[in-house]
């Protein structure tokens, strides 16, 4: 099972408005705007480090309800695209 982690993305480089947020990636000095998921996937991996399960049910507690599936579907794709962004990584 694979945790996840951040990488580039640090909380000193963040600025959240809303359900929006700007990081900074240290690693590769570049600036991303992040939507909602992506926010709020970010902010509970600089908390801890979780699996993709149980990150989703973290987050199905402070987002609008839907399907678990729906949820974990979401959830990966969410932290794939901040993998590709350089600010997480998976480790196995």
Request: charged share 25%; hydrophobic share 40%; aromatic share 6%.
């Amino acid at each position: 099972m694979q945790t996840w982690k951040c990488l580039g993305a640090r909380p000193d480089l963040i600025r959240v408005w809303n359900d929006r947020a700007v990081a900074f990636n240290a690693l590769s000095g570049e600036t991303h705007v992040l939507g909602g998921l992506a926010t709020a996937t970010l902010l509970a991996l600089f908390e801890r480090p979780s699996t993709t399960r149980a990150l989703a049910r973290r987050l199905a507690s402070d987002l609008p309800p839907g399907p678990v599936e729906d949820w974990d579907h979401g959830v990966e794709t969410t932290l794939r695209e901040l993998e590709t962004l350089g600010l997480i990584e998976g480790e196995s």
